[in-house]
T-cell receptor, first 109, second 116 residues
Framework: GDSVTQMEGPVTLSEEAFLTINCTYTATGYPSLFWYVQYPGEGLQLLLKATKADDKGSNKGFEATYRKETTSFHLEKGSVQVSDSAVYFCALNTDKLIFGTGTRLQVFP | EAGVTQFPSHSVIEKGQTVTLRCDPISGHDNLYWYRRVMGKEIKFLLHFVKESKQDESGMPNNRFLAERTGGTYSTLKVQPAELEDSGVYFC??????????????FGPGTRLTVT
């Protein structure tokens, strides 16, 4: 069945470091791909999305490119801030969302 | 525009009791979803309403869970009787109709359920 695998956390970085959170997927067909973020004490928020191969989603300095050949949708940010500390979820959409296990990011000043 | 709201934010109940969770989707959203995250694990799909009809309930764990969406507006998820393994965070999400092409699901803050 369809599934999403993302790197286990926590990921611990210093402010202004480069971030990569890996995400790969298995799916029949051509799903849309998403990154959701959950800040402490809050609900899930859509961070970015891509609906077809080679699309790049971007928001708040984060980017992810839909790579069909490697079935990946890795999340990147060039310079993280303390306020980026949160749990990040990769997901694919085939009518319902299928999530990865989430990756906790901790950014220290 | 108000977002997806859920009530209560936290619930602590004893094993064997009944709990009802409520979700109010974004106004005008036909699609309503329930998901659950058990501690430390992935967020898992429970079911999907299109208006008042259950489109997909393949993720419902067992018949102790009952979801309704009367009138196609808010939805309730009842757990009766609750078991220890039902503890987790229950998320509700909504999205516009498929025909509009707007497939993003918008999530509520979740209800944290603790069964003791």
């Amino acid at each position: 069945g369809d599934s999403v695998t993302q790197m286990e956390g926590p990921v611990t970085l210093s402010e202004e470091a480069f971030l990569t959170i890996n995400c790969t997927y298995t799916a029949t067909g051509y799903p849309s791909l998403f990154w959701y973020v959950q800040y402490p004490g809050e609900g899930l928020q859509l961070l970015l999305k891509a609906t077809k191969a080679d699309d790049k989603g971007s928001n708040k300095g984060f980017e992810a490119t839909y790579r069909k050949e490697t079935t990946s949708f890795h999340l990147e940010k060039g310079s993280v801030q303390v306020s980026d500390s949160a749990v990040y979820f990769c997901a694919l959409n085939t009518d319902k969302l299928i999530f990865g296990t989430g990756t906790r990011l901790q950014v220290f000043p | 525009e108000a977002g997806v709201t859920q009530f209560p934010s936290h619930s602590v109940i004893e094993k064997g009791q009944t709990v009802t969770l409520r979700c109010d989707p974004i106004s005008g959203h036909d699609n309503l979803y329930w998901y659950r995250r058990v501690m430390g694990k992935e967020i898992k799909f429970l079911l999907h309403f299109v208006k008042e009809s259950k489109q997909d309930e393949s993720g419902m764990p067992n018949n102790r869970f009952l979801a309704e969406r009367t009138g196609g507006t808010y939805s309730t998820l009842k757990v009766q009787p609750a078991e220890l393994e039902d503890s987790g965070v229950y998320f509700c999400a909504s999205s516009q109709d498929v025909a509009s092409g707007r497939i993003e699901q918008y999530f509520g803050p979740g209800t944290r359920l603790t069964v003791t």
